[in-house]
């Protein structure tokens, strides 16, 4: 381990022990070492709950979408039996990818280099010619599952076999997000990018409110004034980090791509109401809510200084159909939102190898953000946090 590795190490393990209002930024060389990097991808990334997908996505029997996680190509399909499971894209004959396109339907996969055949629960339903062969067993080569696990609609998988389950993790989130409705939203507009940057940079945008008078003053700061967002204290359980920003007279109910239609049922607080509600799941997530949608991402490292950006926009089903011009409007507006957080991501990795560049004070509305290296110093660098191991 180099010495700078080290030294991020001890430094993260300071994070647990500050106040968040005492909280500095990370050091710039926490997004671009690869030493870090590679000890995130080892105890976070492959042992970790990561949302890849809406389970509303694929409705239908052989409904799939391919992704891959790290070096790990996999094929996440709705079964006949209505089960959704997350198996190995790769063909157990001689390693080609079994489905080639990004989504689609099938009733079952034929390998394209020598036809072999899984159903959609991924068993081998045939596989051509092989008489002769002494190797060959037909049970034994169905598909590899990866863990898989349908939260509030949203579909996460984990490389770890042996994790814990999620939804126990995050029964105070259920709370927190009972009236909004999640499962039952369909996706209005998706997203899918790369963005030329760290996956961390990428994380604590997503979880704060306070850069909408920078760096969305155009799209979002006048419906959502950066004055008006503050942090709630933390969970018991450090699963995530959560705030809230209020609406301005021209956010709440103004007719366009801002506007909010409460639904039927109006099981809604005035907070709820009034506010937009963001959780920043970590490691990795970011949803951030109205009364009527919730716009999440999910932010895949594909390197150091690369991170696929996932996600999308999820509405009351139907409303689209009934309000297509204020719903082309929105999208518009998130997807503009979106490529302004991408600019700020690369923008922010280029400079960050400055001898120049060092921590600054967080802003009282970035409490989410020190929440968020608390989490890094806890999982990274547990083994030099003074009384953690003591207290577990």
């Known amino acids: 381990m180099s010495d700078i590795t080290e030294q991020l190490l001890d430094t993260l393990a300071t994070y647990p022990g500050t106040p968040d209002a005492a ?83 099938a009733k079952r996969f034929v390998c394209a280099y020598h036809g072999w055949v899984y159903g959609t629960d991924g068993r081998l339903v045939a596989a051509p010619l092989m008489e002769g062969s002494l190797a060959f067993e037909k049970k034994g080569c169905a598909l590899p599952e990866y863990r898989l696990e349908v939260w509030q609609g949203f579909i996460f998988v984990n490389l770890d076999d042996d994790a814990p389950a999620l939804a126990p993790q995050l029964h105070e989130a259920d709370a927190m997000l009972a009236h909004y409705s999640n499962a039952d ?36 700061e006048e419906a959502m004034p950066a004055k008006g967002a503050w942090v709630e204290p933390a969970p018991e359980s450090g699963r995530f980090a959560h705030t809230h920003c209020s609406y301005s007279a021209h956010g709440s109910y103004k007719e366009g791509a801002m506007a909010r239609f409460i639904p039927g049922e ?14 920043g799941l970590f490691p990795n997530i970011s949803l951030a809510m109205s009364v009527d949608s919730n716009n999440w991402l999910s932010f895949i490292p594909l390197g150091p200084d690369r991170t696929r950006v996932i996600g999308g926009y999820i509405v009351q089903p139907g409303y689209d159909a009934a309000h297509p011009e204020g719903a082309a409007q929105r999208n518009q507006l998130l ?24 921590p600054g004070p967080l802003n009282v509305r970035e409490g989410t953000c020190a929440q968020f290296y608390k989490y890094l110093g806890r999982t990274l660098a547990g083994d030099r946090v003074p009384g953690l191991q003591a207290a577990e």
């Open 23 to 105: 909280c500095m930024t990370l050091p710039p060389q926490a997004y671009t070492d690869p030493g870090l990097y590679e000890i995130e991808v080892e105890t976070i990334f492959k042992r970790e709950w990561l949302l890849i997908g809406r389970a509303n996505d694929i409705p239908d029997p052989g409904d799939w979408f391919t992704m891959t996680i790290l070096d790990e190509p996999m094929l996440i399909v709705r079964g006949a039996d209505g089960a959704i499971r997350a198996m190995s894209n790769i063909c157990r004959h001689r390693y080609m990818p079994i489905a080639l396109e990004d989504r689609g339907n």
């Open 185 to 220: 939203h369909v996706t209005g507009f998706s997203y899918d990018k790369i963005w030329e940057g760290n996956w961390k940079l990428a994380t604590e945008n997503g979880m704060e409110f306070y850069h909408h008078m920078g760096l969305h003053a155009a799209t979002l």
């Open 266 to 279: 109006d099981v809604f607080t005035e907070l709820e109401k009034t506010s937009s509600y963001a959780i």
């Open 335 to 358: 997807y503009d939102v979106n490529e302004e957080d991408a600019q700020a991501t690369w923008r922010l990795q280029k400079v960050l190898r400055s001898t120049k560049a060092a």
